[in-house]
T-cell receptor, first 115, second 113 residues
Framework: NAGVMQNPRHLVRRRGQEARLRCSPMKGHSHVYWYRQLPEEGLKFMVY????????ESGMPKERFSAEFPKEGPSILRIQQVVRGDSAAYFC?????????????FGQGTRLTVV | KNQVEQSPQSLIILEGKNCTLQ??????????LRWYKQDTGRGPVSLTI?????NTKSNGRYTATLDADTKQSSLHITASQLSDSASYICVVSGTGGGNKLTFGTGTQLKVEL
């Protein structure tokens, strides 16, 4: 049973381009969470999705950022017109259920660098 | 505002020695507290999860304690190894799932020969 898979591991984009980050949850997990980690800072929650539904996007910037988790395929975090401040590590986690005791398993992250 | 504060920010110890990392939190409501290990360039990996009623939990050389009254937790590492060098992150969960996690900034531990 493979863990949470994220790709690409590293992504370089020029200012104004689009970045697409992919996350395949662990087999059987239907809950996906995206977090952002800036240098020297803790992970910050961005968005929580279940299949075809956004449950909580309270941590996501209102503009340029979007996320989806289609019925088939990985979850996608999309950043349009990237700026230097978007440079960070983006982590995806998945869990079997949404119960408070449920453990979230993290992927290896995608490191986005905007030049 | 929900906050998780960790100390020390960084720590260097010799191989074989023990160390204790601290975590104070103000998250409310409280559901559980987790300690994660994050190696450089990798995702966090769970070490322990403790609920309100648990005072201590061990995982090999890692022992976590929780005082829900004072809202403090510690992670004790025994007989440290070079591979323990990593960031140790305290994470507190409110009611809900992964969208209700508040992360500390971590303690950067370095184990040297």
């Amino acid at each position: 049973n493979a863990g949470v898979m994220q790709n690409p591991r590293h992504l370089v984009r020029r200012r104004g381009q689009e970045a697409r980050l992919r996350c395949s949850p662990m087999k059987g997990h239907s809950h996906v969470y995206w977090y952002r980690q800036l240098p020297e800072e803790g992970l910050k929650f961005m968005v929580y999705l279940q299949k075809e539904n956004i449950i909580d996007e309270s941590g996501m910037p209102k503009e340029r950022f979007s996320a989806e988790f289609p019925k088939e395929g990985p979850s996608i975090l999309r950043i349009q017109q990237v700026v230097r401040g978007d440079s960070a590590a983006y982590f995806c986690a998945s869990s079997l259920n949404q119960e408070t005791g449920g453990e979230a398993f993290f992927g290896q992250g995608t490191r986005l660098t905007v030049v | 505002k929900n906050q998780v504060e960790q100390s020390p920010q960084s720590l260097i110890i010799l191989e074989g020695k023990n160390c204790t990392l601290q975590c104070n939190y103000t998250v409310s409501p409280f559901s559980n507290l987790r300690w994660y290990k994050q190696d450089t360039g990798r995702g966090p990996v769970s070490l322990t999860i403790m609920t309100f009623s648990e005072n201590t939990k061990s995982n090999g050389r890692y022992t976590a304690t929780l005082d829900a009254d004072t809202k403090q937790s510690s992670l004790h590492i025994t007989a440290s190894q070079l591979s323990d060098s990593a960031s140790y992150i305290c994470v507190v969960s409110g009611t809900g799932g992964g969208n209700k996690l508040t992360f500390g900034t971590g303690t950067q531990l370095k184990v040297e020969l």
